[in-house]
């Protein structure tokens, strides 16, 4: 019984697994079974789902309302920027 029960933590990595792709049938067994008595987690993995589908959503509009016309950054701007990023990451 103890190999069928997950610890909330690893039931919350299951329910992020599962948002980039199919778990295991083992994986989606103990999912199951731990969000049937874990309020939390089963509260965790709606909002997850509600989150995912709200950004792939946004991805989406952007992606088709983006006019033609509409300005793009400037190849000086992304220099910039990825210049300022590696030096921030050159202090860490």
Do not use: F, W
């Not at 190999?3 to 792709?21: D, N, P, Q």
């Not at 939390?40 to 016309?69: F, V």
């Not at 910039?80 to 202090?91: G, M």
């Amino acid at each position: 019984m103890q190999i069928l029960m997950l610890s909330c933590e690893k039931a919350t990595l299951y329910i992020e697994k599962s948002a980039l792709k199919d778990l295991s049938r083992p994986q989606s067994i103990q999912l199951k079974m731990h969000t049937a008595v874990c309020d939390a987690c089963k509260q965790y993995q709606r909002h997850s789902i509600l989150i995912n589908h709200a950004i792939k959503k946004h991805l989406a509009d952007i992606s088709t309302s983006r006019s033609p016309t509409e300005p793009r950054m400037g190849y000086q701007a992304k220099q910039h920027i990825q210049q300022e990023i590696e030096n921030k990451l050159s202090q860490n």
